[in-house]
């Protein structure tokens, strides 16, 4: 095709062109919305033709969950102008079900509301995915769990046979054990933070002091020293508590003294907060810095720095920063995570 002829066509009719399912509504005599149109991404992917849609209610092509969903007051927020981001599942002419996210605008005529205009944009095959993921997951978790517990339980045993080569061999597989226990701890808590843990702000002292409970009681030879801005308290996103907690466990599971202690101290810079997490550890290694600074994943593959990648990731999704370093005269390590400061009482975004 000629580029001038196609550049023609699609200024001529955009929403032909557009990604995503379009339908234009207009409400019929008892107030339920009904196709007036619709571009022909909507037709391909319901498998329908224009006159089997057009002059329908829109309700007909949705699934009953979201048909009444639908009919719960979606069509007035739209034609108000307060309809947000929502999901809708669609059947298609041969009975499938399209998942999709929909916005919808007034349409007007003259400044007057006659309708609304419905972008909807196809997300089945995410949603199958997710699915699917999570499926996995659970099942693969629950056996693998299982397994190593019993694995871990006969290792115990064999730890204490009088073969000291047989009692070597089986403390080692206790340890490996032992490890990937924790993974599967620390991926079953990545999913509920992702998953279940709401995001609202909470005042940065208090989330401070909770942070130094939670480590303390997990580990009762540790000591967390902590320290607030001091010009008065600010609210924080309460997701930040997790990675707080990660890297102050991060900072002393591994040293090598009786009583190990670890310092977080937070000042206030405008809008940005600045936590520095202190330990006199080991220090980060190399291969697992990596996952703080960068979010590189190929150390994750062999089973390390999947608690670090968890307060990068929570780091990023607040809008913050991170930065790590070495504790001055070392050992140890030092992180800096800089993120906003939420609004108090609400909702973190």
Not at 276 to 290: Q, S
Not at 315 to 324: A, D, M, W, Y
């Amino acid at each position: 095709m000629d580029p001038s002829r196609l550049t023609e066509e699609v200024e001529a009719d955009l929403f032909e062109y557009l990604p995503v399912m379009l339908l234009v509504t207009r409400p019929d005599d008892a107030g339920h919305p009904v196709v007036e149109d619709c571009n022909e991404r909507f037709l391909d992917r319901l498998g329908y033709v224009r006159e089997e849609v057009v002059g329908r209610r829109v309700a007909a092509f949705y699934t009953a969950d979201s048909a009444e969903r639908h009919r719960s007051g979606g069509y007035e927020r739209a034609r108000g102008g307060r309809y947000g981001r929502e999901e809708r599942d669609f059947l298609t002419a041969g009975g499938n079900v399209v998942s999709t996210v929909v916005r919808a605008t007034p349409r007007r005529v003259d400044g007057e509301v006659v309708g609304v205009v419905a972008v909807y944009v196809d997300v089945t095959r995410q949603k199958w995915r997710e699915q699917q993921v999570k499926v996995l997951n659970r099942v693969l978790r629950h056996n693998i769990r299982n397994d190593l517990n019993l694995l871990h339980g006969h290792a115990r045993t064999l730890a204490r046979h009088e073969d000291e080569a047989v009692a070597t061999s089986a403390r080692v597989v206790g340890r490996t054990v032992e490890h990937w226990l924790s993974l599967a701890e620390k991926a079953a808590e990545i999913e509920r933070v992702f998953e279940e843990f709401p995001d609202r702000s909470t005042p940065l002292s208090a989330l401070l002091r909770e942070t130094q409970t939670a480590v303390e009681l997990a580990r009762p030879s540790t000591t967390v020293r902590v320290e607030g801005p001091a010009d008065g308290d600010v609210s924080v996103s309460s997701r930040l508590g997790v990675a707080l907690e990660e890297l102050c466990e991060n900072g002393v599971k591994h040293a090598e003294r009786e009583r190990p202690t670890v310092a977080v101290e937070a000042t206030r810079e405008g809008e940005r907060i600045e936590l520095t997490v202190t330990d006199r550890g080991p220090g980060i290694p190399d291969h697992e810095r990596a996952v703080l600074r960068d979010g590189e994943e190929t150390s994750l593959v062999h089973g390390s720095g999947l608690g670090l990648w968890l307060v990068r990731t929570i780091v990023r999704r607040l809008g913050g920063e991170l930065n790590v370093g070495d504790a001055d005269g070392g050992p140890g390590s030092v992180v800096t995570v800089t993120v906003p400061v939420a609004p108090a009482g609400g909702v973190s975004e």
